[in-house]
């Protein structure tokens, strides 16, 4: 991005329930083409909305925080590799939906950020909710950041 102006697009991106990958790829790229219609310079989307991903795995993942958690985790590579793309293709920055991922033994709720040339970093949650600390056990990440767009 360059100029004094950002142009921020922030998705109302609603999680749901997905029969197929194809089905998310679809999903997301709908969402990012009508979001980078315009000026649009970044995209953000919310957080924990990558947990939809575990209902690729079935309701028996979706039911089980630990299988939710892991069966979002495993597609994280595959979920990066669209979001380039994507962002590549639209001429757009993104910032994904967070989504949990194990660091030293722990879960962290991270944010990536992509830009139309490849992965620029990512940020992981500093603060945590109640649920998040004490149901969920996810944990502060990695300390702030600037991620140069």
Same mark, same amino acid.
Not at 3 to 14: F, H, N, Q
Not at 85 to 91: F, K, S, T, V
Not at 130 to 137: I, Q, V
């Given at each position: 991005?360059?100029?004094?102006?950002?142009?921020?697009?922030?998705?109302?991106?609603?999680?749901?329930?997905?029969?197929?990958?194809?089905?998310?790829?679809?999903?997301?790229?709908?969402?990012?083409?009508?979001?980078?219609?315009?000026?649009?310079?970044?995209?953000?989307?919310?957080?924990?909305?990558?947990?939809?991903?575990?209902?690729?795995?079935?309701?028996?993942?979706?039911?089980?925080?630990?299988?939710?958690?892991?069966?979002?985790? *495993?597609?994280?590579?595959?979920?990066? $590799?669209?979001? +380039?793309?994507?962002?590549?293709? #639209? &001429?757009?920055?993104?910032?994904?939906?967070?989504?949990?991922?194990?660091?030293?033994?722990?879960?962290?709720?991270?944010?990536?950020?992509?830009?139309?040339?490849?992965?620029?970093?990512? *940020?992981?949650?500093?603060?945590?909710? $109640?649920?998040? +600390?004490?149901?969920?056990?996810? #944990? &502060?990440?990695?300390?702030?950041?600037?991620?140069?767009?």
């Amino acid at each position: 991005m360059s100029g004094d102006v950002v142009r921020l697009g922030v998705a109302a991106y609603p999680p749901g329930w997905l029969d197929s990958w194809d089905d998310y790829a679809a999903k997301l790229s709908h969402w990012v083409a009508t979001g980078a219609t315009g000026s649009t310079d970044l995209l953000l989307f919310p957080e924990y909305a990558s947990l939809e991903l575990a209902s690729l795995d079935g309701l028996a993942a979706c039911a089980d925080l630990e299988a939710c958690l892991n069966a979002v985790e *495993q597609r994280s590579e595959a979920v990066l $590799r669209l979001h +380039r793309q994507l962002a590549e293709r #639209h &001429r757009i920055t993104l910032v994904a939906a967070s989504m949990p991922v194990r660091r030293g033994g722990r879960w962290v709720n991270r944010a990536h950020v992509v830009g139309p040339d490849g992965l620029l970093g990512h *940020q992981d949650k500093q603060i945590m909710t $109640r649920f998040e +600390r004490e149901t969920w056990n996810i #944990h &502060r990440g990695e300390p702030l950041r600037v991620i140069d767009t």
